[in-house]
């Protein structure tokens, strides 16, 4: 094992080792090479350049490791970083990684920043995690300087790594851009509620103008030619130029953006968790989503009850897009008929009292009519109860 007295400053190590943009983004991945190569995202679908790729993170990954030294460290020593942005983790994942560790061993060093007495993690939290599963006590690690790049540019840099290799979930991507526009622009951090709905306006205007076709274009496109087709497509405020900007910056469609991802910051609390701790994709979220009350015609309490049992049987027998999909329809047709059937008893009580003639029962008994008197009050009584319920829901 080699051991270096200096660790490597960032800034040295994201100098210049690729020469494409691609390879730019990619240049500070270390996590996961023995895995999750296979799966980076890159624009070429070319098997060449898929390779070449590969052998240039390869390549700075070796880097890396001669110019600052492999060194072994506690892995209770060693902290997440509270700011990075990838948080779903869930234990199906962490047990494989766990299985790989065990039988493969460590195939590349996680990278953490030396605090006072500690290490923050910056790359590496997935084997951190899997770590005591497979009985390790320490994890082989490089150091960086913390100095080297500031917060901002940390969480940008990490955001990116996440996205080249596919393991950023749509909640995490979500947040991420929201926390990324915060640290890049301060003045949003308190208006970051209102990132999406801006971004939302931005993108329906595009659309009108006919500008939002060039988005699949202008994503790819270097950052000047970005900025200056930012400056002529007809944004209302500099506001919105700043979130396209980010978007964009990260090759990301911002119709995509606006329609898939955002819209997962809104989702309830317990699909959140659901993703957290099971990784559920986003399309089946969205899709267990409109068991809302809503469109169940329930209260929220009832309407959780139901979303949760069928989230529990999508995840439990591992349900398909469109398996989860006709369990949704199936659910909502349910408790739609249960609602006609009640709609139509209260009709057909309408209608009874309405077809009562009162003048007929003018011959009636007075024992009789205060029978029914008492009869219809209790009803009535029934029914503002039943409202009372309805208010308070």
């Known amino acids: 094992m080699v051991v270096s007295k200096k660790p490597v400053e960032m800034e040295k190590l994201f100098a210049n080792t690729g020469q494409s943009r691609q390879i730019f983004q990619l240049q500070d991945r270390v996590e996961e090479l023995e895995a999750e190569i296979a799966q980076l995202r890159a624009t070429a679908t070319n098997a060449e350049v ?4 590969e052998r240039q993170i390869e390549e700075l990954t070796a880097k890396l490791a001669e ?19 990838r948080t779903v983790f869930p234990q199906w994942l962490v047990q494989s990684r766990a299985k790989s560790l065990r039988e493969e061993g460590q195939q590349s060093p996680i990278i953490v920043i030396p605090q006072e007495g500690w290490y923050k993690l910056f790359d590496g939290e997935l084997r951190w995690r899997a ?3 497979a009985e390790k006590r320490t994890l082989q690690a490089v150091y960086l300087l913390k100095s080297g790049l500031s917060a901002t540019e940390i969480f940008d840099r990490q955001l990116t790594t996440s996205l080249q290799s596919q393991s950023l979930h749509g909640l995490d991507l979500a947040n991420g851009l929201i926390g990324l526009l915060a640290y890049k622009y301060p003045e949003m951090e308190e208006r970051k509620d209102e990132i999406p709905s801006i971004l939302n306006a931005a993108v329906q205007r595009l659309k009108r103008s006919g500008k939002v ?12 030619t970005q900025q200056k087709w930012l400056e002529i497509a007809g944004l209302s405020s500099e506001l919105e130029q700043k979130i396209l900007a980010v978007i964009l910056g990260k090759q990301l469609n911002p119709s995509s953006v606006n329609t898939n991802i955002f819209p997962l910051l809104k989702l309830p609390a317990d699909l959140k968790q659901a993703i957290q701790a099971e990784g559920l994709e986003s399309s089946k979220v969205k899709e ?12 929220e309490d009832t309407a959780l009850v139901i979303r949760t049992q069928a989230t529990q049987e999508a995840i439990g027998d591992k349900l398909s897009l469109e398996q989860i999909r006709s369990l949704v329809q199936k659910t909502l047709k349910q408790y739609s ?11 057909r009580a309408i209608k009874q009292y309405q077809k009562l003639q009162v003048k007929q029962l003018k011959d009636s008994p007075r024992s009789s009519l205060e029978e029914l008197r008492q009869v219809m009050r209790q009803k009535l009584q029934e029914i503002e109860t039943l409202l009372e319920k309805a208010d308070r829901a």
């Open 337 to 347: 008929q249960n609602e006609s059937h009640s709609d139509r008893q209260v009709d």
């Open 213 to 224: 076709q060039d988005f699949e274009e202008i994503r790819v496109a270097d950052a000047e």
């Open 288 to 299: 267990l989503s409109k068991l809302s009350a809503a469109r169940l015609n329930t209260d």
């Open 50 to 53: 898929r390779a070449k790729l």
């Open 131 to 133: 770590a005591p599963l």
């Open 67 to 85: 110019r600052g030294g492999v060194h072994e460290i506690e892995i209770e020593s060693i902290r997440p970083d509270p700011a990075q942005p």
